[in-house]
Nanobody, 121 residues
Framework: QVQLVESGGGLVQAGGSLRLSCVAS????????LGWYRQVPGKQRELVAT???????SVADSLEGRITISRDNAENTVYLQMTSLKPEDTAVYYC???????????????WGQGTQVTVAS
């Protein structure tokens, strides 16, 4: 059973920092692409960032400079370091995986349960 488990969400003051973690397990092959989406209930899901096994990263234009995505391939863990957080960053953040970047952007194979990030003004 493939499982993605997020952690690190919570309440933070505007301008603060938060690091999300996601541990992926139960797969016989590499999680080639790991990344994050975020979603406000009732609104469209937004791609936040991706990272490949080779370390190639991509981040949303609106978040560039404020977030860093990284991974530990040995532990199948992906991290999302967020700084200078704003109230509009409030959302449920979901960890996801896919065999390729194209498939990740279209329809990730596996999803975590999500972790709530709330930024207070």
């Amino acid at each position: 059973q493939v499982q993605l488990v997020e952690s690190g969400g919570g309440l933070v003051q505007a301008g603060g920092s938060l690091r999300l973690s996601c541990v992926a397990s139960g797969n016989n092959f590499k999680f080639h692409v790991l990344g994050w989406y975020r979603q406000v209930p009732g609104k469209q899901r937004e791609l936040v960032a991706t990272i490949t096994t080779g370390g190639t990263t991509s981040v949303a234009d609106s978040l560039e400079g404020r977030i860093t995505i990284s991974r530990d391939n040995a532990e199948n863990t992906v991290y999302l370091q967020m700084t200078s957080l704003k109230p509009e960053d409030t959302a449920v953040y979901y960890c996801a995986s896919a065999p390729s970047i194209v498939q990740f952007s279209r329809a990730p194979q596996y999803w975590g349960q999500g972790t709530q990030v709330t930024v207070a003004s």
